[in-house]
Nanobody, 112 residues
Framework: QAQPVESGGGSVQAGGSLRLSCTAS????????VAWYRQTAGKQREWVSG???????LYADSVKGRFTISFDKGNDTVYLQMNSLKPEDTATYIC??????WGQGTQVTVSL
């Protein structure tokens, strides 16, 4: 399986929305195991959300009700829809597939 590639980051004001994409060839409904993490300078990497073959979506308490993870099997892409963004959501968002392949990350910046 190829290294995942993230996209969709950017700068938004608080309350805004972004949709992140994580694309990795070889990801299918049968082997689906994708997680989103986020990291800010000086802090430990934080798990945000995950989706799997038997798991529709799991979320950290800090994003529950605001973020939605989904899988588009037509293009091997996992999306992370982020609504009602807060300044504390500012981070580099990194995708991990199959428990071991990490992407380079995409920056999300939320301002007041």
């Amino acid at each position: 399986q190829a290294q995942p590639v993230e996209s969709g980051g950017g700068s938004v004001q608080a309350g805004g929305s972004l949709r992140l994409s994580c694309t990795a060839s070889g990801v299918t409904s049968n082997n689906l195991d994708v997680a989103w993490y986020r990291q800010t300078a000086g802090k430990q990497r934080e798990w945000v959300s995950g989706i799997g073959r038997r798991v529709a979506g799991l979320y950290a308490d800090s994003v529950k009700g605001r973020f939605t993870i989904s899988f588009d099997k037509g293009n091997d892409t996992v999306y992370l829809q982020m609504n009602s963004l807060k300044p504390e959501d500012t981070a580099t968002y990194i995708c991990r597939t199959c428990g071991r392949y990490w992407g380079q990350g995409t920056q999300v910046t939320v301002s007041l």
